[in-house]
């Protein structure tokens, strides 16, 4: 095949086209031409049997039968359309139809807001992959081999041992291995647990977990600020915090937070279940056994916190049930915009 063959070709389909009298004819020579198994695609796979001194001739001969065929077919595609096209005029006063503008989510809405909070603390964002080691999840977080957590009716496990990450943690654990003191950092990413989906709970959520480490001394005083500032700005101006003792495996000490009911003002009300106080979070000074298990070799001290996003945009909105979230029922969702 030569340049010139190539020529005399794209002048012979631009004629068929234009010598077609139906979209559907149109659409015919298209596929013919210029399709994925097309005349066009066949002749360019001929390019590599041209000589060195006919290719660049070649090339240019290529380039225009896709350019006059495409214009062709551009052209009576639409002239087809016009002529089956019914003869009223359009009325180009009617009214417009818009799209819907769109509103974020009650759960993307929180996390954008949580991360926006802790940013104004020097924390930046970290992020890591649903699917985990034993190591990063339980072993490196001091969780017992006996813990109820590990057990397959708890968690999701694969057959090469890796399992889908029951919390965010293994994020702090992997900027730890990557990085020395100081550490100041926000995990939020989606969860799972083999829970039974019901009002409160499911099988995949939302947590977001911080973490601060420095050789530095850091207190439980710093973590408590921490979180006030949080409570304040994401419940409101009013809202305090309390701190009630627990026990976490890789925080030591450990203790649970309370934000007080921003609906009642700590009064009583359905919300709190008339106690004044809801409870948000976990968390404690970073046990010292987790810097040993990630080969920190200094003294360091931290605190590490967790919350369940979906749970602040429960309280936040007034949802009572989980479910709702996510049912993708814009009529519900948009009330939140």
């Not at 699917?131 to 490196?140: G, P, S």
């Not at 057990?151 to 291995?177: K, N, Y």
């Not at 003002?265 to 004044?276: E, I, N, T």
Request: glycine share 6%; net charge positive.
């Amino acid at each position: 095949m030569t340049p010139q063959e190539v020529v005399n070709l794209s002048t012979s389909a631009v004629a068929e086209i234009r010598a077609a009298t139906t979209a559907e004819a149109v659409e015919a020579l298209r596929i013919k031409y210029i399709s994925r198994n097309g005349l066009l695609p066949a002749l360019m796979k001929m390019m590599k049997d041209t000589s060195a001194t006919d290719r660049p001739a070649m090339g240019r001969a290529l380039n225009a039968f896709r350019e006059r065929v495409t214009a062709a077919l551009t052209e009576m595609k639409g002239a087809t359309a016009s002529a089956g096209a019914p003869s009223e005029t359009f009325d180009f006063s009617l009214p417009g139809t818009w799209p819907a503008v769109g509103v974020m989510h009650p759960v993307s809405s929180v996390i954008e807001e949580a991360v926006r909070i802790f940013s104004q603390l020097g924390f930046t964002v970290a992020d890591g992959p649903d699917i985990e080691t034993a190591f990063n999840n339980f072993d490196a977080l001091n969780t017992a081999p006996h813990h109820p957590s590990r057990d397959a009716r708890d968690t999701f496990w694969f057959e090469d041992g890796r399992l889908l990450r029951t919390q965010t943690s293994p994020v702090q654990i992997r900027v730890m291995q990557s990085r020395k003191p100081p550490v100041r950092i926000i995990n939020p990413g989606r969860c799972y647990r083999r829970d039974t989906t019901d009002a409160t709970h499911a099988a995949n959520f939302h947590q977001i977990e911080g973490l601060y480490v420095d050789t530095k001394p850091v207190s439980l005083a710093d973590l408590k600020s921490t979180l006030a500032h949080f409570a304040r700005e994401m419940m409101g101006p009013g809202v305090k915090i309390r701190f009630r003792p627990h026990f976490f495996p890789f925080t030591e000490p450990s203790v649970e937070v309370d934000f007080s009911c921003h609906l009642c003002k700590g009064r009583g009300c359905r919300v709190c279940k008339q106690s004044g106080w809801i409870e948000i979070a976990g968390a404690g000074m970073v046990d010292s056994r987790v810097y040993k298990k990630i080969g920190y070799d200094e003294e360091c001290y931290g605190y590490a916190f967790g919350m369940g996003v979906e749970r602040i945009a429960m309280i936040r909105h007034g949802v009572t049930d989980l479910r709702h979230l996510y049912t993708n029922d814009l009529r519900y969702l948009r009330q939140f915009a």
